[in-house]
């Protein structure tokens, strides 16, 4: 891959991911990516967890279907 593809690719990148073009750069060539803070508030965030690994009390009920006459 020539290294302005490379660049556009990374530069696509940090719009979605919000890193510099260094950091994407490095991903984008398999470097290992030290994983930046937010920007808002200087923590990382944590992923929300999957659907399964919810307790139940936070998984809403399905909706409930009205029969028509």
Do not use: Y
């Not at 696509?12 to 260094?22: D, P």
């Not at 998984?59 to 028509?68: D, G, S, W």
Request: charged share 35%.
């Amino acid at each position: 891959m020539s290294s302005n593809e490379l660049e556009r690719l990374a530069r696509i990148r940090m719009q979605v991911t919000k890193e510099t073009l260094e950091a994407a750069m490095a991903a984008l060539q398999g470097h290992p990516v030290d994983p930046e803070p937010d920007s808002d508030d200087g923590r990382q965030r944590t992923p929300e967890p999957e659907a399964d690994e919810r307790p139940d009390d936070e998984i809403p009920p399905p909706p409930r279907l009205r029969l028509l006459p």
